[in-house]
DNA sequence: TATTTGCGAAACCGAAAAGTTGCATATATA
DNA sequence: TATATATGCAACTTTTCGGTTTCGCAAATA
């Protein structure tokens, strides 16, 4: 069991329910309508979900809400940082190049 | 074969090869250098990496130099983006209940 | 109280993935 | 030219993954 974000997220059907419940709690049923799966194929998905705490459980009566722990999603963030610093440095770069070439035009 | 690359993101091995070779080209043996696996598995690695765009490669007599595709990287902050949206927002609203409460203080 | 509903957990299955081994090919080098 | 080196590729094995089915439990409802 790996269990790391990144490996959660690698899944669509996950990255859909991420989706889905960012911005309202739902419960698995309703979660599973939207999907051509089981509610049961769901469940999995939402263990997996919250064992490496992307999600949080809220229940009510019989019924749990999962709702999207935003803040876990911060960590996709900070691994893409560095590689955005990289990406904005050579745009820079590129915009100076270019900069130059319109200099000499003139 | 799945082949995005939130699934060639999801392997540990396959984020630290990126990492390495986003700043500098290397060969698969000087990669494979430093790791605990043979030539062959991040050959394999490069592979998959290869197929979904994240890597570009470069000939060089007998040797093959691959590097990031950085580019491709962007696909993964975009994605990430909709959820930076919301967590900005929430701090927003944080903030002004922050100083909704530092106002009423005075 | 009996039944329905919402849910998780375990057992099972087929497909895919990750790693290993062995081999083929092309480029260096002695 | 013979040998060593760098690499990719295919076959095979083991493990993991995603899904379904079945079950049990607790809460709602008739």
Redesign the pocket.
């Known amino acids: 069991?790996?269990r790391d974000i990144f490996?959660a997220v690698?899944?669509p059907?996950?990255r859909a329910i991420i989706a889905l419940i960012a911005l309202q709690a739902m419960?698995?049923?309703?979660i599973a309508e939207n999907f051509n799966?089981?509610?049961?194929?769901v469940?999995?998905?939402?263990?997996?979900l919250t064992e490496c705490e992307l999600v949080k459980?809220e229940q009510k009566?019989?019924?749990?809400y999962y709702s999207l722990e935003i803040d876990k999603m911060k960590e996709i963030d900070k691994w893409i940082e560095q590689f955005r610093k990289i990406w904005e440095t050579r745009f820079n770069q590129l915009d100076q190049v270019l900069a130059t070439i319109k200099k000499n035009k003139k």
Chains 1, 2 share one sequence.
């Open positions: 069991m790996r490996q690698a899944d059907t996950r419960t698995p049923n309703a799966t089981t509610r049961q194929a469940s999995k998905h939402l263990r997996i459980q009566g019989r019924e749990i």
